[in-house]
């Protein structure tokens, strides 16, 4: 049932500023520390915002979000910006399962 939440939200949640705030993104990115050969799982990934802005630094990046409407506006986010390296996916947040790239 969150989905439906979420995906009444996904419009305004892409539009906020806080998911946009490039600050806000650069520090958890520094905080993380990413590498060209490093890969990245973004759980709840909502509009894909983080998921978009480090991958230029990693070998590829998977944002997975429970509400496909935030995954819409994620792929379109991620045409208009030419990347080629990320992928998103529809799925359950709180029972996912993964591959041992991400480990």
Do not use: H
Request: net charge neutral; glycine share 6%; with cysteine.
């Amino acid at each position: 049932m969150q989905e439906k939440q979420f995906n009444r939200q996904a419009q305004r949640f892409s539009d906020w500023a806080v998911t946009k705030n490039i600050e806000y993104l650069k520090a958890i990115t520094e905080f993380i520390a990413p590498g060209c050969e490093d890969s990245l799982l973004d759980v709840a990934c909502g509009t894909g915002d983080f998921t978009l802005y480090t991958s230029g630094m990693l070998k590829k990046a998977v944002g997975i979000d429970v509400a496909d409407k935030m995954i819409k506006i994620a792929f379109r986010q991620k045409s208009e910006m030419k990347i080629d390296n990320v992928d998103f996916r529809i799925g359950e947040v709180f029972t996912i399962t993964f591959s041992r790239e991400f480990l």
